[in-house]
């Protein structure tokens, strides 16, 4: 593996690195005010949820490595302590991208950008119409990491109040549904990634029950020559060995025995591979079912 010393090369060569492996990062896209009242509206992509109960997101408007100056969101949340995260999705992620030109401190990036300002509840800087999750925030500490170009400056917030569009809900109401709501994601580079229908999967989570984990699953299934580490992840998450079932039927299976019944080790592999797509459809149950035989 090529092997980075980060002590021993440029900020902008360290920025590269992280940025393109450190990925894809949602984008806070953040609405200030300052003392004087000029709103400020500019993308961040070091952000993520860090806490849910206080609710704590956190984001970094970064000093600019080639001059070492800070940005105009960190200026005015150093003057008011709130800000208005609105989240970007696939609809609006050039007009977010335009916002993070360095205009003066005073231009207004609602109106450069084309977003239309919506007055918020419980906090003085606007909020974004055109944003499907707009979150009103206080600002509860401001922390500097360093005083160099490149340094992040922590900016921690505690959420107060979010704004859903109906339109991504789920069919209840009761929560996002996660297929409506097409996040937008930064890459290194000028590269970026979209969240769509067609590239969502979903990961069943053990958050109860233990599962038995790939140390304890049979050894010619532990080994396998077929079975892939996130395949052998899903059938170590069951809580115990399952049993065979004998109204269990898989006509594949029959096949198998029949074409290769003279050689086992050939008949394994078949098995092996008849297993690992099932278990690329989801069917877990089934796979072991085979696994079994």
């Not at 010393?5 to 990925?23: N, P, R, T, Y």
């Not at 509840?121 to 500490?141: D, F, G, N, T, Y």
């Not at 996660?178 to 979209?194: D, I, T």
């Amino acid at each position: 593996m090529k092997r980075i010393d980060l002590k021993e090369i440029s900020v902008i060569e360290k920025q590269g690195w992280l940025q393109h492996s450190i990925a894809p990062r949602p984008i806070c896209f953040a609405s200030t005010i300052n003392a004087a009242g000029e709103v400020n509206l500019s993308p961040f992509s070091f952000f993520n949820l860090f806490s849910t109960n206080p609710p704590v997101i956190v984001f970094s408007p970064s000093r600019r490595v080639r001059d070492n100056t800070v940005k105009h969101t960190l200026l005015n949340v150093l003057e008011v302590p709130e800000v208005a995260v609105n989240i970007v999705d696939v609809h609006m992620v050039e007009q977010a991208s335009l916002a993070s030109c360095e205009y003066p401190r005073s231009t207004d990036e609602f109106v450069k950008a084309g977003f239309t300002p919506v007055a918020s509840e419980l906090i003085r800087p606007p909020r974004v119409a055109e944003s499907k999750v707009q979150m009103e925030c206080k600002v509860l500490e401001v922390k500097p990491l360093g005083e160099q170009g490149g340094a992040g400056n922590l900016v921690i917030c505690e959420v107060l109040i979010m704004h859903i569009a109906e339109e991504i809900l789920n069919e209840t109401g009761s929560m996002i549904d996660q297929r409506k709501l097409h996040h937008v994601a930064r890459l290194g580079g000028n590269w970026y990634s979209s969240v769509n229908e067609q590239n969502l999967f979903a990961v069943e989570k053990p958050n109860i029950h233990l599962g038995i984990g790939i140390d304890q699953l049979p050894e010619n299934i532990r080994n396998s020559k077929i079975l892939t580490g996130n395949q052998l992840g899903k059938l170590a998450n069951v809580t115990s060995l399952p049993d065979i079932r004998a109204s269990f039927y898989d006509p594949h299976i029959k096949q198998i025995m029949q074409y290769f019944s003279a050689n086992p080790e050939e008949m394994e592999y078949e098995f092996h591979r008849h297993a690992a797509f099932l278990l690329d459809q989801g069917k877990v149950e089934e796979a072991w079912q085979v696994l079994l035989m």
